[in-house]
T-cell receptor, first 115, second 115 residues
Framework: AQSVTQLDSQVPVFEEAPVELRCNYSSSVSVYLFWYVQYPNQGLQLLLKYLSGSTLVKGINGFEAEFNKSQTSFHLRKPSVHISDTAEYFCAVASFKAAGNKLTFGGGTRVLVKP | NAGVTQTPKFQVLKTGQSMTLQCAQDMNHEYMSWYRQDPGMGLRLIHYSVGAGITDQGEVPNGYNVSRSTTEDFPLRLLSAAPSQTSVYFC??????????????FGPGTRLTVL
């Protein structure tokens, strides 16, 4: 079984400040890792994903994440946030051995960007 | 392309009523899934399908039925609604179900309240 823990349920941040959202996972097998964003009253949209290769992954809207296998983490960062980044962010994993594209999600981190 | 569409957007049911949440995609995706989103719990997989005529249970399947008679449609049926099924329901699809997993595309969601 696999699980995902997002360590912060809410992160308030001022506009143009950096933000880091923490994600840790547990799995007995290798995993693929994802970050999704959900803007208010919308569905989820993929920000970025780690499948293999470079552990630093760049996504849309200036976000990036770093896969750390030894610490089983996949933290999301943005050097300077905008008001439009106010949203809920979800970390998710898919196991190498899972059938299909079954994703296990973390509980989400709500980011509130203040002017 | 309309992408992934869901109807209705909102629904209120009384305990014991049944209903079907509709999901359709026009991207010819093989893989489709249903998730429910509850505060602090992220998204949890209810049922999924790897192609027409093939469905399987996810993490929280009890109280829900699915079928996949066509590639495009993947309805979710609540047999006898209970207050514990009050949630936001998301349908998702992706192009394939092998490895590495393809990006899942999410619909806008159905907000269901069971009184």
């Amino acid at each position: 079984a696999q699980s995902v823990t997002q360590l912060d349920s809410q992160v308030p941040v001022f506009e143009e400040a950096p933000v880091e959202l923490r994600c840790n996972y547990s799995s007995s097998v290798s995993v693929y890792l994802f970050w999704y964003v959900q803007y208010p009253n919308q569905g989820l949209q993929l920000l970025l994903k780690y499948l293999s290769g470079s552990t630093l992954v760049k996504g849309i809207n200036g976000f990036e994440a770093e896969f750390n296998k030894s610490q089983t983490s996949f933290h999301l960062r943005k050097p300077s946030v905008h008001i439009s980044d106010t949203a809920e962010y979800f970390c998710a994993v898919a196991s190498f051995k899972a059938a299909g594209n079954k994703l296990t999600f973390g509980g989400g981190t709500r980011v509130l960007v203040k002017p | 392309n309309a992408g992934v569409t869901q109807t209705p957007k909102f629904q209120v049911l009384k305990t014991g009523q049944s209903m079907t949440l509709q999901c359709a995609q026009d991207m010819n995706h093989e893989y489709m899934s249903w998730y429910r989103q509850d505060p602090g719990m992220g998204l949890r997989l209810i049922h999924y399908s790897v192609g027409a005529g093939i469905t399987d249970q996810g993490e929280v399947p009890n109280g829900y039925n699915v079928s996949r008679s066509t590639t495009e449609d993947f309805p979710l049926r609540l047999l006898s609604a209970a207050p514990s099924q009050t949630s936001v329901y998301f349908c998702a699809s992706s192009a394939r179900q092998d490895f590495p997993p393809d990006t899942q595309y999410f619909g806008p969601g159905t907000r269901l309240t069971v009184l």
